[in-house]
């Protein structure tokens, strides 16, 4: 293996409390502009975001605030709130020893270029040799094209590269699907379906699939 791909979001971090923290204020200024309670606000916000799960535009916050017309953006929101990103603890010791073991590193994701901004506001964009998100190749994982667009640009082949990532449908089987190595992080426990090529609980885990040193 010349080259490792990871997945952001759940992956090497989460921004689940920069979201926990911003969708009250998305219910408020929903229920004032609709008239509507809180409750209902959040019914109409969230039955949108569940309803275009894993379609092109699901994977974009701004859609949504500009679906309901709302005075939010989601690159100032990372800005004004960079601490609401967490690291994962595997994240940057397991970086660390894949460059120094001579890796290519890349990253893979659906996200909208705000990704690169999360990845900055996190230290964590120096690490990587690329990172391609939706905006550079017009397509979203499972989708071929955002795969095989990433390692070209490593210069690797596909029987070349690990990718992980915590989506069974699109880190996963996306990977496979152009013969790369697929690896499931499974940080939760959840069940696998015996899909992917490894699955690990920690990045730690890494070091022992790809056999400790080259």
Excluded: C
Excluded at 29 to 57: M, V
Excluded at 113 to 127: A, F, M, N, P, V
């Amino acid at each position: 293996m010349k080259a490792v791909l990871f997945d952001i979001d759940g992956t090497i971090l989460t921004e689940e409390p920069l979201i926990m923290l911003f969708l009250p204020q998305v219910y408020d200024k929903l229920s004032r502009k609709l008239g509507i309670s809180k409750d209902e606000a959040r019914e109409r916000f969230l039955s949108e975001i569940l309803g275009r799960r894993d379609s092109y535009d699901w994977h974009d916050w701004n859609f949504f605030f500009k679906l309901f017309d709302l005075d939010l953006k989601y690159e100032e929101l990372l800005e004004r709130y960079p601490h609401k990103l967490q690291v994962y603890p595997d994240t940057i010791p397991t970086l660390e020893w894949l460059r120094d073991t001579g890796y290519k590193l890349g990253i893979v994701t659906s996200g909208p270029k705000y990704q690169r901004l999360k990845l900055k506001l996190t230290g964590l964009l120096d690490y990587f040799d690329v990172v391609i998100t939706r905006d550079d190749v017009n397509a979203i994982k499972p989708e071929p094209k955002i795969f095989l667009y990433t390692i070209e640009r490593l210069g690797v082949e596909p029987g070349e590269a690990v990718m992980v990532g915590d989506s069974l449908s699109q880190d996963v089987y996306g990977a496979k699907s152009v013969g790369m190595t697929a690896v499931w992080i499974n940080r939760n426990g959840d069940r696998g379906y015996n899909m992917a090529d490894y699955e690990i609980r920690t990045l730690y885990e890494l070091r022992k699939i790809l056999g400790g040193e080259r």
